[in-house]
């Protein structure tokens, strides 16, 4: 029998010590609702949010994805299904959301041929599975995605879930790398804090 894909093996990680992970580390506690918000972006899983921002500081961005990793292996059955409900499926990225167009670039040329297969075979793993089909799109090309969603088609609910577990930890791996190397947390900190505080102002103004 194959093995299970590993969540920690297959993204990029550093433990050089960079802004964003310092930045990470020190958020106020006042500030804390924006960085869930940053980190929503990463999982959609409030669950594993939390339990990242409860086991602050992390040393090293290593650190920071191995528990990272811990968290996603954590997830119950509902909060999974809860962090896999924010992916879009393979080929319909959501509209205005960066990271999850740069993960699909692999279906950005397909042919409408393979689209439309991608669409039919989508929607008969859900019917399947009860979920989206999750993968670590990240320089895949469109047909290794077709090849792979036909394959996991014949496995069982509960093989199936694991992999998308190990699928999941590796996208939230890749996604902690980019926020943490490239101060994202900054950045969206900020822009989220800006959304709460029009958002109060005009609670205040009606």
């Known amino acids: 029998m194959r093995s299970l894909p590993s969540t920690a093996t297959e993204a990029p990680v550093t433990s050089t010590p960079t802004p964003g992970l310092a930045r990470f580390n020190t958020s106020s506690d006042s500030s804390d609702h924006a960085l ?3 980190l929503h972006e ?5 669950a594993w ?3 990242l921002l409860a086991r602050r500081p992390y040393a090293t961005a290593d650190a920071l994805f191995a ?3 811990t968290a ?5 059955d509902t909060e999974l299904a809860e962090a896999m409900a924010g992916h879009p499926p393979i080929g319909r990225p959501k509209p205005g959301d960066p990271a999850s167009a740069r993960e699909q670039r692999g279906m950005a040329g397909a042919s409408e041929e393979l689209r439309a297969e991608m669409l039919e075979l989508n929607l008969a793993y859900q019917d399947r599975f009860g979920h989206v089909f999750l993968i670590c799109a990240t320089g895949a090309t469109g047909e290794q995605m077709r090849d792979a969603l036909k394959e996991r ?5 509960e093989r199936e879930r694991a992999i998308a577990r190990a699928e999941l930890g590796k996208i939230n791996r ?5 926020l943490v190397t490239e101060d994202f947390v900054a950045e969206n900190a900020e822009d989220a804090e800006d959304a709460a505080d029009a958002e109060n102002a005009k609670d205040s103004a009606s």
């Open 36 to 38: 869930l918000a940053v």
């Open 42 to 46: 990463v999982c959609a899983s409030p």
């Open 49 to 51: 949010a939390r339990k």
């Open 67 to 69: 528990a990272g990793d």
């Open 72 to 76: 996603t292996d954590e997830l119950d």
């Open 153 to 157: 088609l014949a496995h069982t609910p």
């Open 174 to 178: 890749i996604r902690l790398t980019r």
